[in-house]
């Protein structure tokens, strides 16, 4: 089946009981054995539940991947990722990481022995040049958040591939309908299912993709095991959404684009970086592996800081908030809200300023959004 109806229909049959169209809520904790020892799949909540499993099967559907394993955020997500790692191993990331990403991974996992070396991974090479004898995975974020940084996807695989190292690859920005990390040779691909695939700031969820058993019979354990998992409410919003996710994601895309052009166009805006603008870096590699350039935004204003604040705290139809992906417009701070706790230090190292803004669009009237970024901007 093409992605949109995958993306309507997943793998999801009308219930047998009833007929019911949509996949109903099993809100239970537990369930009724027939006999001792006969198995019929489902035990207890926390090890597998058919909401929850309605959810994982219309992810891999629409990721076109053969398992998927949902959790309760996309932190725990990454988190488990990492318990399928050991004391003493390295891991080679993209230095424009999720914060939180980077919390987990330099304030916690490191107290257990892992290693971390960040590069740039819009050059491929510099990958390359990070891996140890000890080291065990590649952790790829395109695009970034929030410098929105655009990796070649087949080329770190390739290298990923000869080194025998596990490739994790988080598209939370791009998604599903735009890129499909596993065809570019990803072992594992991230999502944050409280972003755009769910879609309308109700909830907070995260999954994990992969086409390798072992690999799923290894996270499978994991979410078994640690408990990080979704409620079947929260998997049953999240099917709810991913039935428009290809409708949306095309208005955000669309929204997008004209937003970053009149950013571009902006006397008072000094820097405007968005994988669709022929002026970003990696814009070919974006085109070549891509097939939309998502909803999120990320500028700078002459003025630098303050009048970034300016104008953040000027707007009235964008909403100043800390999540992104969602049918409203957010306007973000990221170096005091997203990534709060990376130190000022490295963050200007990689070129991310003070004054950064991320503007990740929603699905609004394009010109009403840009009517109010212009009355902010006539404050700055």
Not at 40 to 67: C, M
Not at 80 to 85: E, Q, W
Not at 303 to 310: M, V
Not at 333 to 355: C, K, N, Q, Y
């Amino acid at each position: 089946m093409n992605f949109d109806t995958n993306a309507v229909r997943g793998k999801s049959k009308p219930d047998p009981t009833t007929g019911a169209i949509i996949p109903p809520i099993y809100q239970t904790a537990t369930y009724v054995l027939e006999e001792v020892g006969k198995d019929k799949g489902f035990d207890y909540t926390r090890s597998s539940n058919p909401t929850r499993q309605d959810l994982e099967e219309h992810l891999a559907a629409i990721e076109g991947g053969k398992y998927a394993i949902a959790f309760s955020s996309g932190m725990a997500s990454a988190d488990s990722c990492m318990k399928l790692l050991s004391k003493g191993d390295h891991v080679v990331c993209c230095d424009d990481v999720y914060g939180g990403t980077a919390r987990l991974f330099n304030k916690l996992m490191t107290n257990y022995g892992v290693e971390f070396t960040y590069v740039d991974s819009q050059d491929a090479d510099n990958v390359e040049g990070a891996i140890r004898p000890n080291t065990k995975m590649l952790w790829i974020e395109t695009p970034t958040n929030p410098l929105l940084k655009v990796t070649d996807l087949e080329a770190v695989g390739n290298i990923a591939k000869s080194h025998e190292l596990l490739y994790v690859v988080d598209t939370t920005f791009a998604t599903p309908v735009f890129l499909r990390p596993l065809e570019y040779g990803a072992d594992i691909v991230l999502h944050s299912l409280t972003k755009y695939l769910s879609g309308h700031n109700q909830l907070i969820g995260g999954a994990l993709i992969t086409n390798r058993r072992d690999l799923f019979e290894e996270l499978k354990y994991i979410q078994k095991s640690v408990g990080a998992v979704p409620s079947p409410f929260d998997c049953w919003l999240t099917i709810i959404g991913l039935k428009t996710l290809h409708l949306r994601m095309s208005r955000h895309w669309e929204n997008a684009e004209k937003i970053a052009e009149y950013l571009e166009g902006h006397p008072k805006v000094s820097r405007v970086i968005y994988p669709g603008l022929e002026s970003h870096p990696m814009h070919e590699v974006a085109k070549s592996q891509m097939s939309g350039f998502s909803g999120m935004i990320s500028f700078e204003l002459n003025g630098g800081l303050e009048a970034g604040k300016k104008l953040m705290n000027s707007v009235e139809l964008c909403m100043l908030a800390e999540s992104l992906g969602a049918v409203e417009t957010m306007i973000t701070h990221p170096a005091t809200m997203t990534h709060a706790e990376v130190p000022r230090e490295e963050r200007l190292a990689r070129g991310f300023e003070d004054g950064l803004v991320r503007l990740s669009v929603g699905i609004e009237d394009v010109g009403d959004l840009i009517s109010d970024l212009d009355a902010a901007f006539e404050k700055v």
